[in-house]
């Protein structure tokens, strides 16, 4: 059995699901909405405030989609009571960040500063010039643009300079070696 597919999802108060017929989970909380389309090899039975996620057959597919399938909607549940947040910071002279409107604008080294506009149903916080929030109800997507943000200026290895996760760790390359004169 799926380690992770078995264990059940409690649902906390004020979050309902529904399953329509065409497996497409829809998680609903205070947070918003959240849709996934399951695949059809996967059962999803609710008790009680409890979803438990089963599968028909032991076939490696099966295997497979039980334990996805139970991570996509445990997530999706998060999502609409907690939401997802991942931070960034900004490192190098002259690199900030503020916010206009539903823009963020990134001073990163280039010639001009890189706007950014924040997707539907994501919010980007920038509490400090050099730290960068990216709040949001569905896990993939504060992920997928918290990516987009990092890859503008990759953290490089000689200086460490760029934008990077909170806690991510650089590693770092010496520089050339000294060149010594000919005696």
């Known amino acids: 059995m799926s380690r992770i597919g078995i264990r059940p999802i409690d649902l906390p108060a004020g979050v309902e699901v529904k399953v329509d017929d065409k497996n497409v989970v829809t998680v609903k909380g205070p947070k918003g909405e959240l849709q996934e389309k399951i ?26 989609q039980h334990g996805l399938a139970r991570s996509l909607i445990s997530n999706m549940v998060e999502g609409v ?56 109800v569905s896990k993939q997507a504060v992920g997928n643009y918290a990516a987009d943000i990092r890859a503008w200026r990759k953290p490089e290895p000689y200086k460490g300079k760029g934008i990077r996760y909170e806690g991510e760790y650089v590693r770092r390359k010496e520089g050339k070696a000294g060149v010594k004169a000919s005696e």
């Open 39 to 64: 695949s059809k090899l996967i059962k999803i039975e609710q008790k009680d405030g409890v979803l438990n996620i089963k599968r028909d057959t032991d076939e490696k597919e099966d295997r497979s």
């Open 81 to 136: 009571t907690k939401g997802f947040e991942k931070k960034l910071e900004l490192q190098g002279v002259g690199y900030k960040a503020e916010k206009k409107g539903s823009k963020l604008v990134l001073n990163i080294g280039y010639s001009h500063p890189v706007e950014l506009e924040d997707p539907k149903e994501i919010t980007t916080e920038v509490p400090e010039a050099t730290k960068i929030t990216v709040k949001g």
